[in-house]
Every structure is written in structure tokens, then in C-alpha cells.
């Protein structure tokens, strides 16, 4: 059968229009999405900027508590803001500059994951080369245990963590956090799936040629895993950051804990501040973030192959 010139102009408009509404759609669904997951980052920057007064009338009573000591009925009280009424830098102010607290405590959060990012990634480095560079029962052996200690959520190794660091002496202190944090396991697993990806002809070429393993492994196998190191220590970066589990378990000692320990254990009084300690600790990994974004994509889709 055959389509006319007409029709056939007709069938492509009207396939056009779809594809036109399915990209609206999209589109549309995208944006609601972004706005949705934005939202509490919006609200938590636009309030940083509110008085302590507005901010106490919008929120306080989520965190006021009874005579007896329960919690009051929020349902109906809290008054979400997205624009302050007046806007002020009394907050920043206050925690930049007249509660230094909140400052050493933002530093002890860059004191613990600084070094366990560096580290960490040092060690991931040399055994994770000889993961990918030999082969053998020991070395599958040991890799497995990689793999099971990984698979293990953080909380199930908090006790014996806790049992070896009071055994050591090192309860209370800043290594009862680095020490576990400069040997796990997750740098390791990655970083080796990286390095087998480069081909065993390139090292054993540079090996022919008089290499040694020294110059194959910092010539040949760092250049070709700077995508999956950066993308590594972004995401241990922002593991770290983050943690609360560890430091409430290990560091009886308040004055040690990070900032985002504070942030999990925000009460009556510091409501005022909250949002701009909030801002505050957001901040490095934003930028460690929008400065690695190539890095970290590079990273997931390059996988550490050889780029043609």
C-alpha cells in the first residue's frame, strides 16, 4: 500500500508532537524531582539568614519539650519559611565569631577526615597493586576478606573496635577514629577493579624495557587510576564527613567529637544557630564536590582502562 506525500508528512508532525510532549514530561518531572530532593538545602541556606526571634517563632517549638519532659505536638505549630522577613548575618556572626566552639569542632571534623582520606588512600594504592598485579590462593584468600569486611555495615564492627581501642590505650583519642578510618577496606576493593582494568601487555612491555616494579606502578599504574583516586577520595571524603557512629562510640570527650555530631544533637538552645552551622559544614563538600564532578564521572565510567 502506498502513503501518499501528505500522509507521510502528517505521520512525521505527529510523531514530533510526541516526542516533543514525552521530552516535556520529562522535563517537567526532572525539574519537580530536583526541587523536591533541593528543597531542604534551600530552606536551610534562606534560613541561615533569618533573626534568632523568627527563627525561634517558626521552629522552636519542633525541639520545645514539657514540664515532664515529653515532646510537644509539632503538626500543627511548625511555619516552614523559604524567605526570612528581615535578613541578617547575626547567626554567622555569632558562630564565626563569638562561640569559637562551633569552629573546633567544624576543624576536629577536618582533623579526622583529612588524614584518613590521604591515608587511606596510600595504603589503598600499594595493596591494591599487588592485588591486581598477582595472582594466588593467599591473595584471593586475603581479597575475600577484603570484600566481607566491606560487605559489613559500620555498626556491626563498632564493639570490637571499641574492645581493641580500650585494650590499646587508645580510647578516647583522635587514633581510636584514624587508625580504623586509614585501613578500610572500600578504597581497597575499588581501586583494585581499577587497576585490573589496565592490560597486562602495557606493565609487562614496560618490564621487557628494563622497568622495574617501582616505575610500573607510579609511571604506569597511578597516571592510569588518577580518574578512580579522585573519585575515591571524594567518596571517602564525604563518608567521613559524615560520621556520627564513631565518634559518639569512641570520644567520651564532647569537646573532640566533629561538627556533625553536633548537628545530630541540636536542642533548645542552639536552634538559633543551627542553620548556620548547618550552611557552614555543607560547604567543603560542595566544593570538593563541584571541583571534582569531572573527576569523580571520569572515574565511575572510566573504571580505569586505557582511553583509545
Known sequence: MMVRGSDRLRILQKRKR???LKTITVTAMAVLFAIVFLLPIILTFTNSFMSASEISANYGS???TTDKGGKVFVSKTVNLKLIPDMITLGQYITVLFKSPEYLFKFWNSVIYTVPIVIVQLGIATLASYGFARYDGRLKRAIF???IVMMLMPYQVTLVPN????RSLGLYGTAWSILLPGFFSPFAVYLLTKFMKRIPTEVMEAA???GANEWMIF???CMPLCKGGLASI???VFFDYWNMVEQPLILLPDADKHPLSV???KINTGEISLAFAVAVIYLVPPLLIFLYGEDYLVEGISYQGGIKG
Open 18 to 20: 510526541i516526542d516533543k
Open 62 to 64: 519542633i525541639f520545645a
Open 144 to 146: 575475600f576478606a577484603y
Open 162 to 165: 571499641f574492645l581493641v581501642s
Open 207 to 209: 618490564s621487557i624495557d
Open 218 to 220: 607510579s609511571r604506569i
Open 233 to 235: 577520595a571524594i567518596l
Open 262 to 264: 553536633f548537628l545530630s
